[in-house]
């Protein structure tokens, strides 16, 4: 009887750590850290820009009362490239969609948008990837709805998928 115990038990637990393990793995993970800084006005910065026709960003450029997406990305991000699609159609929205380009080159930056699009009025360079920790990002891609007055109203985290863009597009309006 203690020798079958012995060889139950061991496997019972063992069993009984799989099915968590699976059954952990297959629920699709909801919680998200959100950045402290929504409702918070933008920090104070201000990014070179790649060239005279895309000017830097500067936070004064998100304060003159229009709406305002700001795309933290990089050209060696691949879900960057995956939301790329859907960033150009928020562009033909209307919506004025800025970028800040996280440790990343002018050059490789620049191949990237003629490679997937470039739906951005303005691209501030962060090479050090500061404005990553003053928006409070957990990484890239993530974008931000900025109102009018320069506040944070809104995160999304990770890339910017098809099934978004319709509740993108509210927010922004909704914001107007």
């Given amino acids: 009887?203690?020798?079958?115990?012995?060889?139950?038990?061991p496997l019972a637990m063992f069993m009984a750590f799989?099915?968590?393990a699976v059954f952990g793995?297959?629920?699709p993970q909801?919680?998200?850290?959100?950045?402290?800084m929504i409702g918070q006005s933008v920090p104070e910065f201000e990014l070179e820009g790649?060239?005279?026709?895309?000017?830097?960003?500067?936070s004064s450029d998100l304060k003159r009362g229009t709406v305002t997406l700001v795309n933290l990305f990089g050209s060696?991000?691949?879900?960057?490239?995956?939301?790329?699609?859907?960033?150009?159609r928020l562009a033909a929205e209307g919506i004025v969609i800025h970028a800040i380009a996280i440790r990343d080159e002018p050059a490789d930056v620049e191949g990237f948008l003629t490679q997937y699009g470039d739906p951005f009025t303005r691209v501030g360079l962060d090479p050090r990837g500061r404005m990553?920790?003053?928006?409070?990002?957990t990484g890239v891609p993530e974008t931000y709805l900025i109102d009018g007055s320069g506040i944070?109203?809104?995160q999304w985290i990770g890339e910017v998928r098809q099934e978004q863009v319709a509740d993108i597009i509210a927010e922004v309006r909704r914001w107007q």
């Fill in 25 to 27: 793995l297959g629920t």
């Fill in 50 to 58: 790649l060239s005279d026709t895309k000017p830097g960003l500067a």
């Fill in 76 to 88: 060696w991000c691949l879900p960057c490239r995956i939301e790329a699609p859907q960033l150009e």
């Fill in 1 to 9: 009887m203690m020798k079958r115990l012995a060889l139950i038990l």
């Fill in 152 to 154: 944070i109203r809104r």
């Fill in 132 to 137: 990553q920790i003053e928006l409070g990002a």
């Fill in 18 to 20: 799989v099915a968590i």
């Fill in 30 to 36: 909801t919680r998200q850290i959100e950045s402290a």
